[in-house]
C-alpha cells in the first residue's frame, strides 16, 4: 500500500485539444533533457495534425525522446509517451501502458478522462495532471480523479488559450492546484521534480 | 480501508465468480479497461455495488449473456485501417488463390464488420465461392447481430469512404440494402460464412486455416493470454499462412515471434514459417 507521498512514482500526463499542438511545443521544450519522470501526451485527432506523426511533429522541440505508447509497455522515465490516434491509452498498475479501442468517451478516442482516470487509479498521490488548451470537456472528469486521490492539477489559464472550453470546463469541475501561462506551466513542470526530491 | 480497494476486492470476486459459475476467466484482461467496462455494466444492469453484480451473476444464469456482452467490446467498423484490406487484396488474395479451398478464421469478429468486408474482397477478386470463413467470439448477443448484418445507416458514410480507400471496385451501396434508418448487407455474402461461440482464453484448434485476422482483441488481454492465443492461432495455421493483426498489436516481445516472419509491417501481417 502506498502511504507516503514520496513513495508514490511521480508521473506528468498532459491532455490537449485544438491549439493543442503550438502548447505542447512549447510546454515540452521546457523539459530538460534530463527530467527524471515520465509524460504522457494525449492531443486530439481533431486537433488537425493528421499526416504528420505527432511524435515527430513534438520532437523537433522537445530535448526528451517522444515514442508513441505502446500496448503492455513500461512507462519510462525522461521519455515522452504519445497516446497514439484512435484508440483509448490507460496506465495499468504496474505502469505499463493498455490500449483499447471501447466506445469513445466524451466524444472522444483517446479520451483524457479515460487515461487521466487510469493514472490516478494507478499512481494517486503521484500524478501530475496538466489540461491544455481545447474545445471540449474532455479531461475535467479525468482531472477531478487525479485531484480526488491527492495528485496535483494545473489548468493553463483559459484567457490565454487557444481554444478555452477544455480548460475552463476543467476548472469548473475539478478545479486546480494552479492556473498558469503555458511558459509558466513549463517551468513549473520542469521545476517540480527537484522539489519533491 | 478506502473505497476503492474495497472495489478492487469486489472485483476480484467478481472474476472468481464469473470463471466458477460459468467458466469464463477475466483474470488475464488488462485491469485498467475491464474495469471500466466494469462499472459501466453495473451502472447499466442497475446493480448498487459490484458485489451485487456477483450476486446476480450466481443467482440468474440467464444473467450471463449480458454480462458478457457488457465486458466485451464489439466496436468495430468496415474496412477499419483500409489500407490494410487494400494490402491483403493487392498481397495475400493472389497468394491465397492458389489453394483450392480458402479457409479463413475472423477471431474476435463483433458485429461482423470484418466478416463482411472480407466476403467483398473475396467476392471481388472472384475468390469467394471456394471461400470459408470462420467467424467467432466470445459475445453471442454481438455474434448473432453479426449474422444479421445490419447496422444504422449512419455508419454507411464512414464504411463506404474506407471500402474505396480499400481498393474497392464498385460502390459499397451495391451491397446492402437500406431501410428504415438501417443498412442490411445482402445474404449472400454469408453463403460462405460460420458463425461461432469460440472463447480465445479456453477454447481450442477447431481447423486449418490459410488466413487468421484477428484484430483489436490481443490488446485487450495480459501478456499470459496474448501468447496463449498466439501460440493458438500458429498451430491454426497452416505453413505459410498468414496472421494479421490490429494496428496497435505485434509479434515483438511474444512467445511465438520466431515462428512467423514480417511480411507487410505496416498492415500487420505476419506469415508462419514453412516446416524446416
Ligand atoms: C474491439 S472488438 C474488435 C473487432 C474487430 N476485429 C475490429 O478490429 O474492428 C474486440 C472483440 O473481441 C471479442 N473478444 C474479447 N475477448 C474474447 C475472447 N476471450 N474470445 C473471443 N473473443 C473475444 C469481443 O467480444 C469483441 O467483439
Known sequence: MRSAKTAAPRVVVIGASVGGLEALKQVLGALPADYPWPVIVLLHTSAGYRGTRLDTLLAQRCALPVREAEARRPLEAGVVHIAPAGYHLLVEQDLRFSLSVDEKVSYVRPSADVLFESLAEAVGVGAVGVILTGANDDGAAGLAAIRARGGLAIVQDPEEAQAPQMPQAALRMAGADQVLSLEAIGARLAALPGESA | ?276
Not at chain 2, 166 to 180: C, E, I, K, T, V
Not at chain 2, 204 to 211: N, P, S, T, W
Open chain 2, 1 to 276: 480501508m478506502l473505497d476503492t480497494d474495497a472495489e478492487e476486492l469486489e472485483i476480484r470476486d467478481f472474476i472468481r465468480t464469473l470463471k466458477a459459475r460459468h467458466g469464463y476467466d477475466f483474470a488475464q484482461y488488462a485491469p485498467a479497461s475491464f474495469k471500466r467496462r466494469l462499472r459501466a455494466l453495473r451502472v447499466r444492469s442497475g446493480a448498487a455495488s459490484i458485489a451485487a453484480l456477483s450476486r446476480r451473476v450466481t443467482d440468474e444464469p440467464a444473467f450471463l449473456r449480458q454480462v458478457l456482452a457488457g465486458l466485451s467490446v464489439p466496436v468495430s467498423e468496415m474496412f477499419r485501417d483500409p489500407w490494410v484490406f487494400e494490402t491483403l487484396r493487392r498481397e495475400v488474395l493472389p497468394i491465397l488463390a492458389s489453394y483450392p479451398r480458402i479457409h479463413i478464421w475472423q477471431a474476435g469478429c463483433a458485429h461482423g464488420e470484418e466478416v463482411y468486408s472480407l466476403a467483398i474482397l473475396l467476392q471481388e477478386e472472384g475468390l469467394y465461392d471456394k471461400s470459408q470463413i470462420f467467424a467467432t467470439d466470445l459475445n453471442d448477443v454481438a455474434l448473432e447481430e453479426a449474422a444479421e448484418g445490419i447496422y444504422p445507416a449512419s455508419n454507411a458514410r464512414l464504411f463506404s469512404e474506407n471500402y474505396q480507400r480499400a481498393g474497392g471496385r464498385h460502390s459499397l451501396s451495391d451491397y446492402f440494402h437500406a431501410r428504415y434508418e438501417r443498412i442490411k448487407f445482402d445474404e449472400s455474402l454469408k453463403r460462405n460464412v460460420t458463425f461461432a461461440s469460440h472463447n480465445l482464453s479456453t477454447d481450442g484448434v477447431f481447423a486449418e486455416v490459410q488466413l487468421i485476422l484477428c484484430r483489436n482483441v490481443l490488446i485487450y488481454f495480459n501478456d499470459t493470454l496474448q501468447n496463449r492465443v498466439l501460440q493458438l492461432f500458429r498451430d491454426s495455421l497452416v505453413h505459410k499462412g498468414f496472421l494479421c493483426l490490429g494496428s496497435k498489436e505485434t509479434l515483438a516481445h511474444t512467445t511465438v515471434e520466431r515462428d512467423f516472419d514480417t511480411f507487410d509491417q505496416s498492415a500487420r501481417l505476419y506469415r508462419r514459417h514453412a516446416l524446416r
